[in-house]
Each structure stands twice: as structure tokens, then as C-alpha cells.
């Protein structure tokens, strides 16, 4: 043997981690205590472990994107691991299912030995919100103190710490900025999108017009649609109408990581562009499972106590619903689709484009 033998009960700390379960209903009740605490317990302890697992990936994947240039090779692990990130929030979203097996009359059974714990002190799930991207004043207001005051102090740094340094939503923003591709010496991608726009909207036009199944309002109705349509994709063409966008809190990216992020959703499909794609729907995808996350949370606070207030002070069902809206990350990814068109109407990329886009012909993406 290489290297000296270790017993798995050893290796995996059991004793730490089988002994870890006090139940207080035990200690400070009477009798044998409240039997659905050991569950409770157990299902939020595996939550804060599989917390550190994804701050672990995620601190890999950020460790890559915070260079200078993100070289190609380390895309592929980049990918893989916040695709990991989202597969343990599917097991985690799942063990709600579990957790629910306990009844609000369990539930009542200890709650009261709980004051003032709440979700609101797991410095785990606050550092993984302010890694993905969650500003501060993004959050959802509890009290007059910050989000942190809740934690202990030390905590209260780690958290600060996480605050002042770039996010992911920042790291990623960078990455689409200095996308390759979109304009070349033979292709201009923003003109050519701007007139297939253009002629999708006049082809929708012409079709509403030459309708004779509609009547006179119900043509006047679509076309003031199809005006509304066509002032939103204005607004993403003009760099003065993308800043209200911004301020109207419809997107958050630059202009330059957006029209990026559209290029790669469009032309997926070419080699070079394809982890890129597979980048963003992991974003998309992890922050779709955090709103699941926070919304099951919800609806299960809202079973298990009704309209009561939760045992960290707040308003329980109330916060966590709207929080579950107003604490998303990647809402841009979501709101980009607004602005596809169909493949057919998507401009062809010169053969040489094409060809530097291939994995044979080669390409500058590693200079991202």
C-alpha cells in the first residue's frame, strides 16, 4: 500500500456527524420528546452540507472566469460543475417531499423550542445568493438592518467579504463582453439581426393586413400588438432605450453581454458556440431551481403554520412568497428569449465565419 490505511467510519468523521443530532424538545421538554425534531434536524443539516458542496463548485467555476481570459479547455469543467450545482438542487428541492411527511401538528410539537433560529441565520445559503450574484439592495427588505444582521459576527464579515468581491453574475458578464464574432469584417452580426427583425416584423405586418377573417377591430388590436413588439426590439437596438430597460430593472447585463448572449443562443448550434450555450442554460437552469427552492419553501411554511409568524420573526408565508419573485439572478437569460426569432429568418454566417467557429478551422474564443 501507498499510503497508510484508513477505516471508512474514520475517514468520513461519523462520530462528528451521527452525534450531531440534539433534539431540544428532549433537553428542555418533557418526557421523551417532540419524535419529528430528529427529522427536521437531519433534513436541514444534509441542506447546510449540501450547501458547502456547491459553494465548492461554484468557487472553481468563479476561480476560472475571475482571469483575464478564460482559455476553452476549462470551459467544459466550468460547465460540468454548475451543471452538478444544478443536480443537487433537484435532490434538495426533492427532500421538501420528505420534510412534508411531518404534520403542522408535529411540527407544533417542538417549534416553540426553536425561537430564534431561522432559515434566515444559515450563512451557507446567504454566501451562495451573494457568490451567484444577489446584490443587496436587490434583496427583499425585512428590517432596517442589512440581510446580515441576523448572523453572528464573524459571519457578518464572511458575508461582507462576499459582498465586495465580483460575483458570478459579474464574472460572466465580463466573459459575454469580450465574445468573439460579433463583428468581423464580413458579418456584422447586430446589423443583420436588426434586419431580419425588421423583415419578420413587416412579414407579421403584411399577414395581419391580408387577413380577411379579421374584423376591423380585432385587426386594429393585433397591429397595436405588433407595434408593442416592435418597440420593444427597438429598445434593445438603441443604447439610450437599453439604459431605461436597465432602469426599469428588465435587464441587468451591459448591452454588449446581451447582444453576446443572443449571438450564442442563436447560433448554438456551431461548435465554438455550443459550451457557451450549455453556460448559460446551467445559469438559467440553477436559477430557476433557487425559485422553486424558495417558492416550495413557502408553500410549505404556509402548510405548517398558516399565517403565523416564523420563528425568526418575520412574516413567514408573506416574506418568503415575495422573496421568491424579487430574489432571482439570471432574470435576463429569461427575459432574452423575448427577443428570439425563428431559424429561418436568423442570417447565414459567411463560410469563413463558420469555419473559425469549427473546433478544425480554429478560433479566438479561448481569448475570452
Not at 174 to 179: F, H, S
Amino acid at each position: 500500500m501507498k499510503y497508510p490505511p484508513v477505516q471508512y467510519h474514520d475517514y468520513l468523521q461519523l462520530d462528528k456527524i451521527l452525534e450531531a443530532q440534539s433534539r431540544r424538545s428532549l433537553e428542555l421538554g418533557q418526557g421523551a420528546g417532540a419524535h419529528d425534531e430528529m427529522l427536521f434536524i437531519i433534513v436541514h443539516q444534509t441542506y447546510e452540507l449540501w450547501f458547502k458542496q456547491m459553494i465548492f463548485e461554484l468557487d472553481s467555476v468563479m476561480t476560472s472566469f475571475g482571469q483575464s481570459n478564460v482559455d476553452e479547455s476549462q470551459m467544459g469543467t466550468a460547465v460540468a460543475r454548475l451543471e452538478r450545482i444544478v443536480e443537487i438542487q433537484k435532490f434538495i428541492n426533492g427532500q421538501i417531499d420528505i420534510l412534508e411527511t411531518m404534520t403542522p401538528l408535529d411540527f407544533l410539537d417542538f417549534r416553540d423550542f426553536l425561537f430564534p433560529a431561522s432559515g434566515f441565520q444559515s450563512l451557507s445559503w446567504r454566501v451562495l445568493e451573494t457568490k451567484l450574484g444577489l446584490k443587496i439592495e436587490q434583496r427583499l427588505a425585512f428590517s432596517q438592518g442589512p440581510f446580515y444582521s441576523y448572523l453572528k459576527p464573524a459571519q457578518q464579515e464572511t458575508i461582507q467579504q462576499a459582498l465586495a468581491a465580483p460575483s458570478l453574475f459579474d464574472l460572466t458578464e465580463k466573459w459575454l463582453e469580450r465574445t468573439p464574432f460579433l463583428q468581423t469584417d464580413s458579418f456584422d452580426f447586430w446589423k443583420s439581426y436588426q434586419q431580419a427583425v425588421d423583415k419578420l416584423l413587416a412579414h407579421d405586418r403584411k399577414i395581419l393586413e391580408q387577413n380577411p377573417r379579421l374584423s376591423a377591430a380585432e385587426l386594429e388590436k393585433n397591429l397595436q400588438q405588433l407595434d408593442g413588439t416592435k418597440k420593444t426590439f427597438e429598445a434593445l437596438f438603441s443604447e439610450s432605450e437599453y439604459k431605461n430597460l436597465q432602469k426599469e430593472n428588465y435587464f441587468r447585463l451591459s448591452q454588449k453581454a446581451i447582444r453576446a448572449a443572443l449571438l450564442i443562443q442563436l447560433y448554438r448550434d456551431e461548435p465554438i458556440l455550443q459550451m457557451p450555450y450549455r453556460l448559460i442554460k446551467a445559469l438559467t437552469d440553477l436559477d430557476e431551481h433557487m425559485t422553486q427552492w424558495r417558492y416550495r419553501h413557502s408553500m410549505m411554511a404556509h402548510r405548517m403554520l398558516g399565517k403565523k409568524i416564523g420563528t425568526g420573526g418575520s412574516s413567514g408565508t408573506d416574506y418568503l412568497k415575495s422573496a421568491t419573485e424579487k430574489h432571482k439572478i439570471f432574470t435576463d437569460f429569461f427575459n432574452l428569449t423575448t427577443f428570439l426569432i425563428p431559424r429561418s429568418m436568423i442570417p447565414t454566417l459567411p463560410k469563413e465565419l463558420r469555419r473559425s467557429m469549427s473546433y478544425v478551422g480554429g478560433s479566438s474564443a479561448s481569448d475570452r
